[in-house]
């Protein structure tokens, strides 16, 4: 049986590695996905090619069979209600009970134990609880704090706290292996279970608004090392794939999302201490000019190239289809049209490129802000559709704004912007937008999707 396992633990790894590499494209995202679901259909498959004998406990094995099915159903309820405006929540919900199953694993190994192990697997039970239990409760806050439930909480107390658990964290298990520490193996790995979870929640709480893409991306990888860590400990192949995988994808785009805002990632986990109104005035006392949809229909069909940079608010709004009927109109009159999209533009990494697939619209015509920021004066037009933080000339003009230094699309440079809002609420890093106030900009009050779907009807009727 063993050669049956090992064979489908070889074929589970390839469909994670095509799985991946399809996933990096939002056109065969869906096609990607699919693989590697079958993938790990595969896996476990396997695991039972490898646990049927003739010794076999079959009320264990039952146990199994209802917890899978019932996971199966739950699971599956879950992705079809979740709205797009709920899906970073639900990846970390999902990111949970990954690091949460890890935690699991260490915690019912370490009760097994009796008499002394290696070294080497003592390590590898202890890191893997402990970055399981992070990963866990680290996931269930940025779930909370993602569905406005928890606020940012920072302080000089939370901070030292931090710091000072990485260091009981280290120190507990070579006081253990040196026979300083008097404790069972199974009192240590529950220490630093506890301490895991504790250190979870602190290393979440402080994090700012804009910085939570980056958080989310790094949950996902200590869960895929907790889970390789896991795969290591059982000599189960498939686990260790896949947590090399998600690991080493997770780290890969905390890099990039780091890079975008042009953070250090040792600042993101910090958390933001800045001032949250960055020393402006509030939004309330901002000068602004405000449109209509006549106006907006007119600059459109005076406009040659057109960009639209989404946001969070337009997964709110569900205005993605909208937004494609409206390139097709304007492509008919042979107009360029571009969605210029911003690296943490959303809640998750990804969100918009996601949100402008399920709405059919074609890769190419989505643009990263590096190949538009140097023509931005080329833009006869922008409608910044929910977008804030991405667009804040803040972030490179005032050095007490929480986004200062982030890399943004450069609106404010292009010939017209209109931003389509629904009030002068600031966006998720919670300042107010100094675009707002340029010559060039207009403010389009209203439900994004039932402006578009105006400016759209209008267009047909001049068309």
Same mark, same amino acid.
């Given at each position: @049986?063993? +050669? ?8 589970? =790894? ?10 990096? =494209? ?49 699971? /599956? ?17 999902l990111n949970a009970t990954g690091g ?68 009981? #964290? +280290? ?26 979870? +504790?250190?979870? +929640? ?52 905390? @890099?990039?999302? #780091?890079?975008?805002?042009? /953070? ?48 969070y608010g337009m997964a709110v709004a569900?205005?993605?289809?909208? #937004? ?49 920021? $140097? ?65 060039? #900009?207009?403010?389009?009050?209203? $439900? ?16």
């Amino acid at each position: @049986m063993s +050669i049956f396992m090992n064979i489908g633990y070889l074929i589970a =790894s390839f469909s994670f590695i095509i799985g991946l590499k399809l996933m990096s =494209s939002p056109k065969h995202a869906n096609k990607g996905n699919t693989i590697a679901a079958a993938g790990m259909l595969i896996a476990l498959l396997s695991v039972f090619t490898g646990v049927v004998t003739d010794n076999i406990n079959y009320t264990n094995l039952t146990i199994i069979l209802v917890a899978i099915l019932l996971g199966v159903v739950v699971g /599956r309820q879950m992705a079809v209600k979740v709205k797009m405006t709920e899906m970073p929540q639900m990846v970390s919900l999902l990111n949970a009970t990954g690091g949460g199953c890890a935690m699991l694993l260490g915690w019912i190994e370490a009760i097994q134990i009796t008499s002394f192990i290696g070294v080497g697997s003592q390590a590898l039970l202890n890191l893997g609880t402990l970055t399981g239990a992070i990963a866990f409760s680290g996931s269930i806050v940025a779930y909370l704090k993602l569905a406005g439930k928890l606020k940012d909480y920072n302080s000089v107390v939370v901070n030292a706290t931090s710091k000072l658990l990485i260091f009981v #964290c +280290i120190a507990l298990p070579v006081a253990y292996a040196t026979q300083i520490l008097s404790i069972s193996f199974f009192e240590l790995t529950m220490v630093l279970l506890v301490l895991g979870l +504790i250190y979870g +929640i602190l290393f979440v709480v402080p994090i700012g608004g804009a910085d939570m893409p980056v958080v989310i991306s790094l949950l996902n990888s200590i869960t895929g090392i907790a889970t390789a860590l896991a795969g290591l400990l059982h000599d189960n192949k498939t686990m260790i794939a896949g947590g090399i995988f998600v690991g080493a994808a997770g780290i890969f785009l905390t @890099m990039l999302m #780091c890079k975008a805002m042009n /953070r250090s990632l040792w600042k993101v986990i910090a958390g933001n201490s800045k001032s949250k109104n960055g020393g402006t005035q509030s939004a309330q006392e901002q000068e602004i000019q405000e449109t209509n949809v006549a106006e907006t229909v007119t600059k459109l069909l005076l406009a040659n190239k057109i960009g639209i940079i989404p946001g969070y608010g337009m997964a709110v709004a569900q205005a993605q289809h909208t #937004c494609f009927q409206l390139q097709k109109l304007l492509m008919q009159q042979e107009k360029i049209l571009d969605y210029i999209i911003h690296p943490v533009a959303g809640r998750m990494p990804g969100h918009m490129n996601v949100l402008l697939a399920e709405a059919k619209i074609e890769y190419e015509y989505l643009k990263e802000m590096h190949e538009t920021n $140097d023509h931005m004066e080329e833009y006869d037009l922008l409608l910044v559709i929910g977008a804030n933080d991405v667009v804040n000339p803040a972030a490179e003009t005032n050095p007490e704004s929480p986004i200062y230094g982030m890399p943004i699309i450069k609106a404010h440079l292009s010939k017209n912007v209109i931003v389509l809002k629904r009030s002068m609420n600031p966006g998720y890093a919670g300042i107010p937008n100094e675009l707002f106030e340029k010559e060039n #900009c207009q403010l389009l009050f209203g $439900d994004a999707q039932t402006n578009l779907q105006e400016i759209v009807q209008q267009l047909k009727v001049l068309s």
